[in-house]
């Protein structure tokens, strides 16, 4: 989790120059040796370390940092008991000189020996890390969300140009991109296989998730980041945090952005303060372009019909992205299946060593602004445009990171809460 002052961060911009000549692995090694840092060192993060060890051969994780030192020292016993499971004890390289915590946790990684960076904090904190390692020269794999806000998604955007300039390669975590079933499904419905669309759904309804009890100890800051899916500033709400994967499919389906949302939702059951500030429950009518309107539920609730998924409507049948279409001439994928969560590390890896950058920052920016748009209508009870909501000068950074008092805002309130 970055120290920086995120506003000078998004302010500043970084010189595009040079392309492939400044990628950090074209110049610094010229073998298919790739030293790899992790920043964020919970669940998803040591997740994302462990894939990219099975991904490939040659990998060497050599930095980990955290805000909190525990998870750095939970994070290096798990990971190196992974690769020696795996055949690989030389693959953990992390030492206690490249262990890291603190604020200044992620720039010291960033910083470190390496050419891959993992970042898997809290979302707040992508943008201004996603913009230090393109600035550095690394290549990135990064968790879905990327941004809790309009002007971070817009320091994304700058970023993925910055990346493409330099022959940097970005993956994000949005694993279906990178799933067979999904990339058949979806290829055929952009091939017509569905007529025209004309609705479609997206859904995200589970039961509750994790919650950790406040510690008399905790100081403001560090309860809510220990609790960060509760708090908008740090996820950007569920909607954003979760349902982006969804939303992700949808777009990548229809191959373009919403022109504006109309959405409601509510806090009906996580009404205490342990909660933070967000929701519970969300629904969203997304308009396209062409007149396409598209459904969108999630819910965080337990003991109510849990569904996960997507759905598209066309003129000649339906879709099911996931892997398959009813229609006149129906069609389900029966083809081999890998580990979408290690896919994803394979196609960043093979795309750095064949000198073939990917660049999904775009993607993942627009997928989460579609997010945050929806978000940004149920709390104000308006109906938004997205270019609208991209142009917002909304900013949930804290005033200071740092251990200390941080009020919680207020829960939104639909035709209270202002659009700004």
């Known amino acids: 989790m970055s120290p920086l002052d995120r506003r000078s961060l998004l302010r500043s911009s970084t010189a595009a120059t040079g392309a492939l000549a400044l990628s950090r692995f074209a110049t610094a090694r010229g073998s298919d040796r790739l030293r790899v840092g992790l920043v964020g060192c919970g669940g998803r993060g040591t997740g994302a370390a462990q894939d990219i060890l099975q991904a490939a051969e040659g990998i060497e994780l050599v930095a980990l940092g955290d805000l909190f030192p525990e998870r750095v020292a939970g994070a290096t016993r798990s990971l190196a008991e992974v690769a020696e499971r795996a055949g690989k004890p030389d693959a953990f390289r992390v030492t206690p000189e490249t262990s890291f915590s603190g604020w200044d946790a992620a720039e010291r990684v960033i910083a470190s020996d390496i050419d891959v960076v993992l970042l898997a904090t809290p979302p707040h904190f992508r943008p201004g890390q996603l913009a230090r390692a393109v600035e550095r020269g690394l290549h990135v794999f990064m968790e879905k969300p990327v941004a809790v806000d309009a002007p971070g998604v ?17 993956v994000a975590g949005t694993q279906r991109r990178h799933q067979r079933s999904y990339q058949e499904t979806v290829q055929r419905i952009r091939d017509g296989a569905l007529g025209e669309i004309v609705g479609g759904n997206a859904w995200w309804n589970q039961g509750g998730l994790w919650m950790h009890p406040r510690k008399e100890a905790w100081s403001d800051m560090e309860w809510q980041l220990r609790n960060w899916l509760y708090f908008t500033w740090a996820s950007g709400d569920h909607i954003c ?54 459904e969108s539920h999630c819910r965080q609730i337990d003991g109510c019909a849990n569904r996960v998924g997507e759905r598209l409507v066309g003129t000649l049948g339906v879709a099911d992205p996931s892997g398959s279409i009813r229609s006149a001439k129906p069609w389900r994928f029966e083809g081999d299946q890998t580990n979408p969560y290690v896919q994803e590390h394979v196609d960043l890896v093979r795309a750095i060593r064949t000198n073939a950058p990917i660049n ?61």
Request: glycine letters at 8%; hydrophobic letters at 45%; charged letters at 15%.
């Open 154 to 170: 817009r320091s994304v955007l700058h970023s993925a140009d910055v990346a493409a300039a330099k022959g940097l390669s970005i």
């Open 241 to 294: 945090e979760q349902h982006v994967h969804n939303l992700d499919v949808i777009l990548w389906a229809l191959d373009g952005v919403p022109v504006r949302a109309t959405a409601m939702g509510g806090r009906e059951v996580r009404k205490d303060p342990a909660y933070g500030n967000v929701f519970d429950h969300f629904a969203v009518q997304y308009e396209f372009a062409n007149g396409v309107l598209i």
């Open 360 to 420: 999904e920052a775009r993607q993942i920016a627009l997928s989460t602004m579609t997010a945050i748009l929806g978000r940004m209508s149920a709390y104000t009870g308006q109906t938004l445009g997205f270019d609208e909501a991209l142009a917002s000068t909304e900013d949930l950074t804290p005033p200071t990171y740092a251990f200390g008092e941080l009020p919680v805002a207020p829960v939104a309130v639909p035709g209270q809460t202002l659009f700004s």
